[in-house]
């Protein structure tokens, strides 16, 4: 099942690049996504029946961790898939692209679920940085498919700051497997994390904590923390909406998952907090800049850009704040966020084809002009600055929680970037939803179901955990104490 | 045997003395060969020397003690740090007494007359050499030291004697720290002695010379004087480099046999020395004053280089 | 070969990727920077089959003949070929200047020693001298990235970073597992590609390679 789960997208990929834009091509797009989907589900069945698994001469293995986060990658990428079906197609009449680019964007966007995929399931750490590349590499050229000077620019710098930050993850890693030749002896296996995980205790300290600073800088980047975020607000308001969701709602994901497993093999080593510092470090000045960045934005891909760091930020600082009550709201929070987040900007997207500009000033009179889009664009922001009854507010209030109890004196910074975030989105909000439909505004037929249906779990997963959701969050929490 | 070095100290200076010129001359005959010209021979320099000492001096009137006792001084220095430098044997006496920074500080002082020489007139020509000798040496004796402060971590000494021993007796091939120092050293002769492509000693135009421009005003024997210890300057140079990089055939004790097959062997290298520097001269343009800085500072660059590959590579 | 020679030729080697890497920064013609990197390419790839053959390491030779390929050849061909065509040869212009540049240069050549000073306590391998070398040579190479302003120059920079890692493996660990530099080295083909790409979308929309035009997106008050 694992395996097939990898072989959908990566399939998918190449039968796209043959069909090209074809009328059907949308339509294989969507059934490939959903076939990941629907894979992804049976493996989360298989782990939910067997327990983790490795798989592939232990070259795969999946555990409570990554399972989800699996679901969740195909999960979006489906409802994305069904998204970008309306949205190309009106890129397309607008005239922003043509044939060619059309066959790219949807082989690449195969490409991309392949190499998160890969990220998330691989056992192997070295495989894991390789995907991670593949995953930038396989993007970056779609955040530059207009082909505008800025989409360029922006494409240009995801590429070059990206490549570096991974170069110093590399680097990280040799040093990882240096530590781990040590006592696990040459070869492919001693960069197994199952292994590294079991020996953990007897891997060097120095080594590990020299090499998480690397790794922290290195995947940092990837998650788009503060002060290695330059590349992100570029690289998610220039592309297409739909790979925005997915960068904003997906790879920011899977970079703090590979950041966070290597946390924990460093954990085993020094036994300190170490790298749990240096991660609440990172994700509280990401809060903070991203909380003030908001009040300051004009254009509304960017300004919720800002807002995903805002939320990797809190995520990170959950993680490197440990215990079980936060590392259970990080995890449900990764969840949470990238449900809501994708959703708000396939209702961006839509609220931009239909003003034809990202400029806030210029979008008004959502509700009127189309209820789906408005009502979503609300909800959405209502979601994500974390009010009830909506999920996020769940999992920020279990990290707030436990930042009472274990760092109390970091209480008023969290709260005060929460409350910045939250004011300056709805100060943003406001104005664009509400009001007369201006002049400029043309009706089009927005992508009901991905709106709804994303909303609908982030509204479920703040009023009701499903038992199995959270049978995996608490082996998950187990499994990275 | 104590009078023994002595005599070898003496035969030293003899010969750096007497073979300058030649070797002075043998680049401008290789160099002649290489551009299709008729070369003048090996001995010219020393015809024009002897022209130059048959001349009547010809001095200013403003002209001070500086300007008169410079040329003695420079050639004093010259010969004196023939004295340190191990060319036939290491067994000197005066090396004993001083070290490689003695000799960069010999080099120093004479630059320092010669500076002053220039300016001493008050013609703009010296002023303008001067100043500019002043800039390529503030810029060419860090490095210089720095290159010989890396060496002299290699071999725990800084008596070129000793870095003599401790390179013959060394088990080491392949120094990083070694090759940098002697890349750094060859740029920083370069410049020290003003061949291209820092200084032309052929030129006197006016924009580019720098040496020239200093010495302009000399004339008769004081020129003579300045202009044999300028060749001494660059053989002194030659023999540093073999003395320090490629001490092979330099006799370790005071015999007659192993001190005559060491100076053939200081002929052959000479020779060697020689073609490669008129390769180096022919290959190169002279560069832009302003690109000095970016010339010696990669020097002073690879010496650090050398440096930091001691204490990291060895 | 002997153990000690062969300690020796890899310092050797090392020293002479540090110099291709100083070399890099001072070097202001784009295809004299081309060749550098090659060169340095080269030292790596000998340095590698060395290092395997006193090992007893084979897949280093794998290694070694992808490094020989890919970094020697292909990059710098595709670099030749595009530095042509889009008729790039002015000299860069740099952020600092030279002599500044390298004496940034030389002090990440001490942070990188000082760092590394700890992991090459615990190694035991011939190669363990160069590791501080081969993190210099990472930074030097962001260095590069960060001074130059010209798009071709960054990637060279971003290429020279991604020797200086391969270099880090080899010299701590006598190189990752196959798999592992097998993908690396994929990963560096496809970023090839799409950089080949780049320079040409680039030079068309901007009419120049030079990325300081690329200044639109700012954070506006």
Known sequence: MLLILLLVPLFAAVILAFVGDRKFAPEINIIGSAATFVAGAGLALQVFEQGPMLAGKNFFFVDAFNVYLAVLTSFVSMTTAIFSRRYMRREREHGRIGHIRIRFYHAMFQLFIFAMLLCLLTNNIGVLWIAMELATLSTVLLVSLYRTPTAIEAAWKYFILCGVGISQALFGTVLLYFAAEKVLGEGGEALLWTNLNKVSGSLEPTVLSLAFVFLMVGYGTKVGLVPLHNWLPDAHSEGPTPISAVLSGLLLNVALYALVRCKVLVDGSTGTHHAGNIMMGFG????????????????????????????????????????????FGALLHMLVHSLAKS???????????????????????????????????MFGVMAIV?????????????????????????????????????????????????????????????????????????????????????????????LLK | MKLYTFVTEFLQLIILIGIAPAFTGWVRMLKCWSQGRTSAGLFQPYRDLDKLFSKDVL??????????????LVFGTAVLAGGIIPMLTVDLPIAYAADVIVLVALF????????????????????????????????????MLMAIFTVSLASKSTSLSQMVHVIYSGQYVFRPSIAFALIAFILIALAETGRIPVDNPATHLELTMIHEAMILEYSGRHLALIEWAGMMKLFLFVMLGIAVFAPWGIASSGDFIPILSAFFF????????????????????????FRMTEFLGSAFLLATLGMLSFFILE | MDINIASQ?????????????????????????????????????????????????????????????????????????????????????????????????????????????????????VTRSTLAVALATVMIGLLMMITRRHAVTQIIGFLAMENGLFFAATSATYGMPLVVELGVALDILIAAFI???????????????????????????
């Open chain 3, 9 to 125: 030729i890899t310092s050797f080697l090392a020293a002479l990727v540090l110099l291709t890497a100083f070399a890099m920064l001072a070097q202001r013609r784009m295809y004299g920077l081309v060749n550098l990197f090659a060169w340095q390419g080269l030292f790596l790839s000998i340095n590698t089959a060395i290092v395997g053959f006193v090992a007893g390491k084979h897949h280093l030779y794998i290694s070694s003949v992808l490094t020989l390929s890919l970094k020697v050849i292909l990059l710098p061909y595709i670099l030749h070929v595009l530095i042509r065509r889009l008729k790039v040869h002015k000299e860069v212009e740099m952020v600092v200047n030279i002599p500044m540049t390298m004496l940034i240069g030389i002090a990440l050549v001490i942070f990188s020693y000082h760092l590394t000073a700890p992991v090459m306590e615990l190694s035991t391998l």
């Open chain 2, 108 to 143: 120093a002082i004479a630059r320092f007359f010669t500076a002053l020489a220039g300016m001493d007139m008050g013609t703009a020509f010296g002023g303008m050499g001067s100043s500019r000798e002043m800039t390529i040496a503030s810029l060419a004796e860090p490095a």
């Open chain 1, 284 to 327: 509280l000045l990401s809060i903070l800049v991203a909380a003030f960045s908001l009040l300051r934005q004009k254009d509304i891909k960017r300004m919720f850009s800002y807002s995903s760091i805002e939320h990797m930020g809190i995520a990170t600082f959950a993680f490197g704040l440990g215990g079980p009550i936060a590392t």
């Open chain 1, 343 to 377: 959703a708000i900007f396939f209702t961006v997207g839509h609220a931009s084809q239909m003003h034809r500009t990202q400029d806030m000033d210029k979008i008004m009179g959502l509700f009127k002009g189309n209820p789906l889009v408005g009502w979503g664009l």
């Open chain 2, 266 to 289: 200081m002929l052959l290298k000479l020779g060697i020395i020689g073609i490669g520097l008129v390769l180096i001269e022919t290959g190169l343009a002279k560069m832009r004053i």
């Open chain 1, 386 to 478: 974390g009010m009830p009854p909506f999920g996020v507010f769940t999992s920020e209030f279990l990290i707030l929680t436990a930042t009472i109890k274990d760092a109390p004196w970091l209480t008023p910074f969290l709260l005060l970037g929460l409350g910045v975030a939250f004011a300056a989105l709805f100060r943003r909000v406001q104005p664009m939803v509400s009001g007369d439909v201006p002049p400029h505004q043309k009706p089009m037929k927005a992508a009901h179901v991905p709106v709804i249906l994303h909303m609908a779990l982030v509204l479920m997963l703040g009023i009701y955990m499903p038992g199995f959701l959270n049978n995996w969050f608490h082996t998950a929490v187990e």
């Open chain 3, 195 to 221: 950089f080949g790409i780049f320079f040409f979308h680039i030079n068309t929309t901007f009419d120049s390679l030079d990325v300081d035009q690329m200044a639109r997106l700012k954070e506006e008050d």
């Open chain 2, 59 to 72: 001095l200013a009137d403003n002209a001070t003690w500086i300007f008169r006792f410079t040329p003695y």
